[in-house]
T-cell receptor, first 111, second 113 residues
C-alpha cells in the first residue's frame, strides 16, 4: 500500500516568516495530494490540494508543489500568522477518496 | 460541503466491552470511510463502507474487531469490539461527495480503561 512520510514533525517560525512542510509518497499510482489542517480538538479541514497533472497550486498565502518524478510534494505558507498554528497533515490517494496520511507537522507561529 | 454528525462525541469504556459509533450525513453519499487517530498521531484508514456491500478493510484491520454497517446512503456505524486500552483513539468518519471532495465528521473520542 501507499506510504507517506512527512517532515518536519515540529516547526516553529516567527510571525511573518514562511513555513515549508515536505512529504514523500511511495506509490506512483497516487494522483491526488490534499493537505489538511487540524486545530486542537477539531476535525481535519482541507486547506489545499493538488492533482498529479499540475505542478503547483496557490491559494492566497498557501501554495503546494508536486514533483511526480521524485514523488514528493510540499506545502508552503507565506506571511505566517498566529492562527496558522495547528497540525498539518499531507495525504496521498490513488482513488480520490481513500487517503493515506503523513505523520503530521505541528506548526507553531510565534507572535 | 457536507454536514456530518457522529455519536457519541466521546465515551469512556471498560476493557472487554464494545462500542458502536454512528455517523450520519445530511445527504446521500456513495462512499463513507472510517479513520482512527491515536493520541498525537496521524489518521489511519480503517475501512471503506459502501451501501449494499461488505466493508473493505485496510491491512491491519479486521471485520471481527471493527464490524461496520452501511444500511443506507446517509448512515454508517463502526463497532470497536472487545476493547483494550490500545483502542483508545479518536474515530472519524468521512464522506465522499465526489472524487476529490471529502469531508470529515467531528470524531468520537474513545478512552478504554
Amino acid at each position: 500500500g501507499e506510504n507517506v512520510e512527512q517532515h518536519p514533525s515540529t516547526l516553529s517560525v516567527q510571525e511573518g516568516d514562511s513555513a515549508v512542510i515536505k512529504c514523500t509518497y511511495s506509490d506512483s499510482a497516487s494522483n491526488y495530494f490534499p493537505w489538511y489542517k487540524q486545530e486542537l480538538g477539531k476535525r481535519p479541514q482541507l486547506i489545499i490540494d493538488i492533482r498529479s497533472n499540475v505542478g503547483e497550486k496557490k491559494d492566497q498565502r498557501i501554495a503546494v508543489t508536486l514533483n511526480k518524478t521524485a514523488k514528493h510534494f510540499s506545502l508552503h505558507i507565506t506571511e505566517t500568522q498566529p492562527e496558522d498554528s495547528a497540525v498539518y497533515f499531507c495525504a496521498a490517494s490513488y482513488t480520490g477518496n481513500q487517503f493515506y496520511f503523513g505523520t503530521g507537522t505541528s506548526l507553531t507561529v510565534i507572535p | 460541503s457536507a454536514v456530518i454528525s457522529q455519536k457519541p462525541s466521546r465515551d469512556i469504556c471498560q476493557r472487554g466491552t464494545s462500542l458502536t459509533i454512528q455517523c450520519q450525513v445530511d445527504s446521500q453519499v456513495t462512499m463513507m470511510f472510517w479513520y482512527r487517530q491515536q493520541p498525537g498521531q496521524s489518521l489511519t484508514l480503517i475501512a471503506t463502507a459502501n451501501q449494499g456491500s461488505e466493508a473493505t478493510y485496510e491491512s491491519g484491520f479486521v471485520i471481527d474487531k471493527f464490524p461496520i454497517s452501511r444500511p443506507n446512503l446517509t448512515f454508517s456505524t463502526l463497532t470497536v469490539s472487545n476493547m483494550s486500552p490500545e483502542d483508545s483513539s479518536i474515530y472519524l468518519c468521512s464522506v465522499d461527495r465526489g472524487p476529490y471532495e471529502q469531508y470529515f465528521g467531528p470524531g468520537t473520542r474513545l478512552t478504554v480503561t
